[in-house]
Each structure stands twice: as structure tokens, then as C-alpha cells.
């Protein structure tokens, strides 16, 4: 829990900046357009990321990296000298100003407190958090000499004892000379891709995207591990790492499954549900739209960064399998305000283009009394595949963005193959799925 933390700042950061637009044109002195290198500083700790300006038909978009995955404002302007990127799907605040060619300002966070995966421990208080931000123009560094950078490219292992019940999260490295991006992968997701390089004897990288700011330092021992220093506020997190090989022989315990962490009190029991949607219509599992077909059942909340990740690849996933006889219900547990106002859900909806169903179950600490089919039900996102039958054939526990690497290839493929399976078998078929991380579960 410590690590997502940190690296997902209470797993809740949202980015906006607010500012006005003049009804005057741009000067050429107020152009902003092209690459930024950015810092957000939180205490004493100063993150970097990349932040692009572009003005294409008169409309200012921000974009903010993600590794291979980007965020985009949903609205954004420049004038008076000011800028503001607004992420709404995200829901904060930030502002800056233009000062001799640099951006100087401000991150206000509004977030809910850290969601614990106790029953009832939850609190609902959301508060804002103020962080300093700045931007100069981006210049390119001077190459670094490769020769004597060492090789840390791959998968590693970091033993450690969470909340969740895992025993170890992965590490996971792409590595191309000197340059890296990394991403830390536990069985509820990863911290999004954080990049950088080789500096004075560590990779550093970092990473924000609208969410979960990060900074990381990677330096290798000479027993062959690796030293993972998190940087965050309110304090510094250190951990080891080593290639899984070598954790295994000397008997350290391996990451959680992703298909096996969250079950079923009963497979032979219909899944069951009853929720308004966003427009306030109520719908259930009995609702002609769902009866008969293969449901997948999302847990969610998109004050949850994974859960943003999903989502978007749940969209595609639709558009794909929907005419085939598959329907997607989103059960979307907010805060209490969220719940009212719904801004951050609509601007979600609207921002991933989200085609399937989205209800409104409840807020976080409710999740369990909502659900309570479901074993060991605390990550957020997690998946149900549901037969035609009704009842849970399969669940997965989290979501592995493409920073994950071969662990969101193997996700796609679990999740297609699983449907297809679904779609073609009868009601009632055991279904073997997929193997993940070496290993063929068997499911009703």
C-alpha cells in the first residue's frame, strides 16, 4: 500500500489549470506551442515530466506522457499571460503563469483520502493539496555515452508483504542505452510508465500524467540486486530487486496471480446487481440488455488511475466484441460528492469515448456490501467474466497498462481468449483459461 502510495499519490491526483482566455489573438510572444520540460514539487522532492503545447485550429491542447499512452486536456487555453490545461477526468486544479519565457504556478490537488481495503475504513473527506509547478522550454541533453552504463533491461522481483496479501510486486525494465522507462507492477497495476536515464551512478526516472506522480531510483549492487529508492512525499521508500531466477532460488515468494487473488464465495451462484445508471436509469443483471450474454463486470472508480487505464482499452474491446453477443457494465463506486455532481464521471465518459454501460454503485467503503459475492475483493480495477448462464466464470484482479510490457500483452490475450471461450461454450462448461505468469487456472 506504501508504494502505491506514493507513486499514485493516494492513487487520487487530478490535474487542471485554470485560466482565462482574452478575446485578443495570441501574440507571438504568448505562443506556448512545442515540448516542456516540467517539475511538480511536492515538499523537498522535485519530479520532472514532459509536457506538450499545441494550438491546432485556434484550440489549445495539452498532452501529457504516459510512456507509449498519453493524456489529453479536455480543455486548455493561453492568453493574458497565463496557460491552463484542464484534465477534468482527472479533477484538480493547476495554474501558471508566463514569466521570461518560463511557466510558473501552481498543481492544486483535490483528492479523497487514501482508500483502505478494510470494510468500513474508508473516509470520505477530500481535501486539496498544493504543489509548485514549473515548465522551461525543452532542450535536448547531451548523448550519454553508453560504454559503461550497465544493463538492468527486464523483468525483476521486489519482495514485499502488502496489505493485499501479496508477497512481491514486479519490476519491470526497458532499457535502450543509457535511456530507461520502468514501472512498478502489483496485482491491482502499475505506477505508469516513469522515464529517464543514467545519472552519476543510478537510473533516475519519473513520471506524471494528470496522476500518480512519481520519482525512482534505480542502482545496481554489486550482488546482482538492484536498490529501488522511491522518492515522495511524505517520506522516501527503499527496497531491493532481484531477476526472478534469483528469487526463486533463494526461496523468495512470487508475485500474487492476477487470475486467482480474487474469487467467488460460490460459482454456481448467479452474480447479481441492481444500480441507476449515470442518467439515472435503474438497471440489473436481469435487464434484457444483459440476460443471456457474456457480462464482463467491472469494479472501478475513475478516481482510480488503473481504472483509467481499463477503461480505455475496455472501449476498444467493446467495439470489437459487442455485435459478437458481449456486453460491458461498469460498476463505478465514487466519492459522495461524485456521486451528486458526477463531474469527474461524465468528463471520464466523455473524454475515453466510453460506449458501455456505467452505474453508479456506491462510494468506496460500500464496495463490499454492494458486492459481497465477491472473495477478496480489493483491487481496484477488477474484473468478473460472466457466462451466459449468469454465473462468474473468471475474474482478474487489477489492470497491466503497456508500461507493464509483456504483462499487458499477456492481459489481452487472457481477456479475448477468455470471451471467446465464453461465447462459444455452453452454460455450465468449465472453461481452462489462458496461462499468466505460467499458470493455467481453471474456472466454471
Excluded at 261 to 271: A, C, G, L
Excluded at 334 to 352: G, H, M, P, W
Aim: glycine share 8%; with cysteine.
Amino acid at each position: 500500500m506504501k508504494l502505491k502510495k506514493l507513486l499514485h499519490s493516494s492513487g487520487n491526483a487530478l490535474l487542471l489549470a485554470t485560466v482565462s482566455l482574452g478575446s485578443v489573438a495570441l501574440s507571438q510572444a504568448q505562443n506556448l506551442d512545442g515540448r516542456w520540460a516540467a517539475t511538480l514539487t511536492q515538499g523537498s522532492i522535485v519530479i520532472p515530466f514532459r509536457l506538450d503545447i499545441a494550438t491546432k485550429n485556434g484550440r489549445v491542447v495539452g498532452t501529457l506522457h504516459n510512456g507509449e499512452d498519453v493524456e489529453t486536456t479536455t480543455s486548455a487555453s493561453v492568453g493574458n499571460g497565463a496557460v491552463s490545461l484542464a484534465f477534468e477526468h482527472y479533477l484538480t486544479t493547476i495554474s501558471a503563469n508566463v514569466k521570461d519565457g518560463e511557466l510558473d504556478g501552481k498543481v492544486t490537488v483535490t483528492s479523497r483520502s487514501p482508500i483502505n481495503i478494510t470494510p468500513g475504513a474508508y473516509q470520505a473527506t477530500a481535501s486539496d493539496r498544493v504543489s509548485a509547478f514549473h515548465a522551461k522550454r525543452y532542450v535536448a541533453a547531451a548523448p550519454i555515452n553508453a560504454a559503461n552504463v550497465p544493463n538492468i533491461d527486464g523483468q525483476w522481483e521486489i519482495p514485499h508483504e502488502s496489505p493485499k496479501g501479496e508477497k512481491a510486486w514486479r519490476l519491470i525494465v526497458k532499457q535502450k542505452g543509457a535511456e530507461i522507462e520502468t514501472t512498478v507492477l502489483r496485482v491491482d497495476g502499475d505506477t505508469g510508465a516513469l522515464t529517464g536515464s543514467w545519472q552519476d551512478g543510478s537510473f533516475v526516472a519519473s513520471h506524471f500524467d494528470g496522476s500518480r506522480p512519481g520519482l525512482v531510483h534505480l542502482t545496481p549492487q554489486a550482488d546482482g540486486s538492484l536498490l529501488v529508492k522511491l522518492k515522495a512525499e511524505p517520506r522516501d521508500e527503499t527496497f531491493a530487486a532481484w531477476r526472478p531466477a534469483v528469487a526463486r532460488a533463494k526461496g523468495l515468494p512470487e508475485p500474487a496471480n492476477y487470475l486467482t487473488h480474487t474469487s467467488v464465495r460460490n460459482p454456481d451462484e448467479v452474480f447479481t446487481w441492481r444500480f441507476r445508471d449515470v442518467n439515472g436509469k435503474v438497471l440489473s443483471n436481469e435487464d434484457p440488455k444483459f440476460k443471456g450474454k457474456v457480462v464482463l463486470a467491472i469494479v472501478t472508480g475513475t478516481w482510480c488511475p488503473n481504472c483509467h487505464d481499463e477503461a480505455q482499452y475496455l472501449a476498444k474491446l467493446y467495439e470489437e466484441y459487442h455485435k459478437k453477443g458481449v456486453e460491458i457494465v461498469a460498476l463505478d463506486f465514487e466519492e459522495a460528492d461524485q456521486l451528486d455532481s458526477r463531474t469527474r464521471v461524465n468528463a471520464f465518459i466523455k473524454q475515453y469515448k466510453i460506449p458501455y454501460t456505467y452505474v453508479l454503485a456506491g462510494t468506496p467503503d460500500e464496495m463490499w456490501d454492494k458486492v459481497p459475492q465477491v472473495v477478496n475483493l480489493n483491487t481496484w480495477p477488477a474484473t468478473l467474466f460472466i457466462g451466459k448462464d449468469g454465473r462468474v466464470k473468471a475474474t482478474y484482479s487489477g489492470f497491466a497498462s503497456a508500461a507493464a510490457g509483456v504483462y499487458n500483452d499477456d492481459l489481452k490475450k487472457t481477456f479475448t481468449s477468455t470471451i471467446n471461450r465464453l461465447l462459444a461454450s455452453s452454460d455450465g462448461q468449465r472453461t481452462a483459461l489462458p496461462a499468466v505468469a505460467g499458470e493455467v487456472v481453471a474456472r466454471r
